[in-house]
């Protein structure tokens, strides 16, 4: 018939046009990330090596020195000493180095008992623990990325440099506890402000050199170690508290605050001005108008970049798929966190030499971070971390079954280590991917803080690890294998651009679903996008 021939669709679709992401609009001004917005990301991630050095400087400190019979007393016969000195008469024994040389020694903690010995490791991670939780949201909301990272360095170094003048136990495990406090948000505004400077072919390559220059710091401890082994432990904190203060003067005049988040927080007039300074270290300068800044989406969702410090959480809290993701990120990186940190206090009870057992251990970050730099983009983030957290937790518990200082004991607690530290980096960068620039520095703050959880439980278990090694080596691999399989509970992210609302990764979802499904009405509203994962 004629007017068939002729009939019009009943509906037409007009799709408005699409507004610029912050991405296109901070590319668009600045031009390809250059040599020196680059260096000075870098210069961001070089943070990573003083927070190392926080972190593991109680291997050596808080050690326990070897003794030897003196020959004084029958009750104490060099020939066939007794397992502890303990109820020995004073003189029957000696420290093999100067009292001075760790503050087990310094202050006669050998016979106090693995909570006192642990104190100080343990008020650490806790103080980094709490530090977590009531500063992650700050730089979110109402600090900012730079400051809150000047605040937490300034803090962690001089905290650092008074621990070296602490009189007695007591006092190095609450400075210990500043410490931590203040060292709580330093890797975590680390990895987000240095990968928000840089365009986003090399985010990747910014955050991998923060876990490079992290195992610097720790390969400069047992350099440290061996230089003052017979000297006053606290020399190693003079040595990585001052320059660490240094740095943070430096970092103070050259870091520049994230684009992306003052465009977040609708700080236009900042933004421009930051863009302005980051062209022209790219050799460019912007001439036209800023008319892109209005175009795309500059303020956080439904409150999440206003409304207080703690608005932030508010907007995961009210989103189920927010919950299910950071609950399952944070209970992997638990255990994670329990062998990361755990492993390296431990190397006492493998029964080798100390400098060379951390040296390894601290050596073995390498390859995990050349892997990470070369595999980032091409491996699944869900699959790889359950893979390696049942690798960890194999060969962890290997460990409790071969005999103490054999060689076939140090391999598997280093490949144990190699593998959690393979996880560890690829869960920070999971994390970032998971959540938008609204939130994504409480969110990465938060999976931080799991993982200190882990740190704080460590230092007790080595401690009752060095009778039996189950309660060190077996816990450990139960633990980072077992939780490590909450992961799978996880979208995978490889190959997403990153989103800036909470609104536009619920658009994201939407679409994904629409595409697993094969539905192809796209006139049709989604109600409820908070119900996806």
Request: a neutral charge; one cysteine or more; proline letters at 5%.
């Amino acid at each position: 018939m004629a007017d068939t021939a002729t009939t019009a669709p009943l509906l037409t679709s007009h799709k408005p046009p699409k507004a610029p992401t912050i991405d296109e609009t901070i590319e668009n001004y600045v031009g390809a990330t250059g040599v020196m917005q680059l260096f000075k990301a870098v210069l961001l991630a070089f943070a990573w090596a003083f927070d190392a050095q926080q972190v593991f400087i109680s291997v050596f400190t808080d050690a326990e020195p070897q003794w030897r019979c003196t020959g004084a007393s029958a009750s104490c016969s060099p020939a066939a000493p007794p397992a502890a000195p303990c109820g020995l008469p004073p003189g029957a024994w000696a420290w093999d180095r100067p009292a001075q040389t760790t503050m087990v020694s310094e202050w006669a903690l050998k016979c106090a008992g693995p909570a006192l010995v642990s104190l100080p490791a343990s008020a650490f991670f806790a103080g980094c623990l709490a530090g977590g939780f009531l500063l992650t949201t700050l730089a979110d909301s109402l600090l900012g990325r730079r400051k809150m990272l000047l605040t937490s360095l300034v803090s962690m170094s001089v905290a650092g440099v008074l621990t070296a003048f602490a009189p007695n136990v007591w006092a190095y495990a609450a400075l210990r506890f500043v410490s931590g406090f203040g060292r709580s948000m330093v890797g975590t505004c680390t990895l987000v402000l240095s990968t928000e400077l840089v365009g986003k072919r090399w985010r990747d390559t910014v955050s991998v050199a923060g876990f490079f220059f992290f195992t610097v710091g720790f390969l400069s401890l047992p350099a440290l170690g061996y230089t003052f082994r017979e000297a006053s432990w606290r020399n190693m904190y003079l040595w990585t508290s001052v320059p660490s203060l240094c740095y943070s003067v430096l970092l103070y005049f050259l870091a520049q605050e994230s684009p992306r988040w003052l465009l977040v927080r609708g700080r236009k007039q900042d933004a421009m001005d930051t863009l302005q300074q980051i062209a022209s270290l790219n050799g460019n300068s912007i001439t036209s108008s800023f008319s892109m800044l209005h175009a795309c989406t500059m303020h956080a969702d439904d409150g999440a970049g206003a409304g207080g410090a703690f608005a932030t959480m508010r907007s995961m809290w009210e989103r189920p798929w927010a919950l299910r993701r950071l609950a399952a990120i944070m209970t992997t990186s638990f255990g994670v966190g329990m062998v990361y940190y755990g492993m390296p206090l431990n190397v006492g009870s493998l029964g080798t030499n100390l400098y060379l057992s951390v040296t390894y251990n601290a050596l073995a970050e390498l390859p995990s971070a050349v892997l990470s730099l070369a595999f980032i983009g091409r491996v699944n983030r869900r699959s790889t971390v359950v893979a390696l957290t049942a690798t960890a937790g194999a060969f962890s518990l290997m460990c409790v079954a071969i005999p103490e200082g054999s060689t076939a004991r140090m391999v598997s607690e280093l490949l144990s280590f190699f593998a959690t530290i393979t996880a560890f980096n690829l869960i920070l960068i999971y994390s970032i991917e998971l959540f938008p620039t609204s939130v994504r520095n409480s969110a990465v703050g938060l999976v931080r803080q799991a993982l200190v959880l882990g740190g704080v439980a460590a230092p007790v278990l080595v401690a009752l690890g060095r009778q039996r090694s189950f309660w060190s080596f077996g816990v450990f691999g139960l633990c980072i294998g077992c939780l490590g399989l909450f992961a799978a509970c996880l979208p995978e992210t490889r190959g997403r651009s990153m989103s800036d609302t909470m609104e536009e990764e619920e658009h994201k979802q939407a679409a994904a679903a629409t595409a697993c499904t094969g539905g192809g009405a796209t006139d049709i509203a989604t109600k409820d996008n908070s119900d996806a994962v």
